[in-house]
């Protein structure tokens, strides 16, 4: 059992107790991708390199706010935030950043996956604080959504030319497709197929 702490917030345990619960696994992911933010901003090289390069980063303090937001909200109820490296590694769901020296294309389209699959598990959290009535956590976490998801549109925007429409990936992420993340890298190949 994880040490809590006294909190004044009227909340009932319970509640507080689901809601740490929920926040910890994104607070996870939100640190996890701002460390992938932060790869890309150091290790891109390509064209568009100078603009993504500040882009990556001003994505990664958006992150970062967010992480400290999650945090914060962990500790407000009493929980603890399970903010450390190795907590993180061994929590987060994203898929593996392994990308090291690779084109901006390739840093682009590895965190724009992993920022659309943490929209998706923060849509699936506040549909969870509307079943547990914290209307307050609610909030917070839709405002991630909101910048999330506009971040995910910024970085993408810059594939508009080199990646395959998205009905064409979902067709290759499908069962028995040739895989999301890996088909839409190999896009070039494809259109040269076509
Ligand atoms: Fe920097």
């Avoid at 004044?8 to 939100?30: F, G, H, M, W, Y």
């Avoid at 914290?134 to 995910?152: G, N, R």
């Amino acid at each position: 059992m994880r040490k809590t702490y006294p909190a004044a917030v009227k909340v009932s345990n319970d509640t507080k107790q689901k809601i740490v619960e929920l926040i910890n696994p994104s607070l996870a992911r939100t640190i996890d991708l701002f460390l992938e933010a932060k790869h890309a901003h150091w290790n891109s090289k390509g064209k568009q390199f100078y603009s993504l390069h500040l882009l990556f980063d001003v994505v990664a303090k958006h992150l970062r706010k967010q992480a400290d937001d999650l945090g914060e909200r962990v500790a407000s109820l009493g929980g603890v935030a399970q903010g450390t490296v190795q907590e993180v590694a061994r929590t987060t769901d994203l898929q593996p950043y392994e990308l090291g020296s690779a084109s901006v294309d390739d840093h682009v389209s590895a965190i724009v996956e992993n920022l659309a699959q943490h929209a998706s598990a923060l849509r699936k959290a506040i549909d969870r604080t509307e079943e547990i009535g914290d209307l307050a956590t609610q909030e917070i976490l839709l405002t991630h959504l909101c910048k999330v998801e506009q971040d995910t549109w910024l970085l993408e925007s810059h594939l508009a030319d080199s990646r395959p429409p998205i009905r064409e990936r979902e067709e290759r992420a499908a069962p028995g497709g040739n895989g999301g993340r890996a088909a839409a890298r190999k896009h070039p190949e494809a259109a040269a197929q076509r």
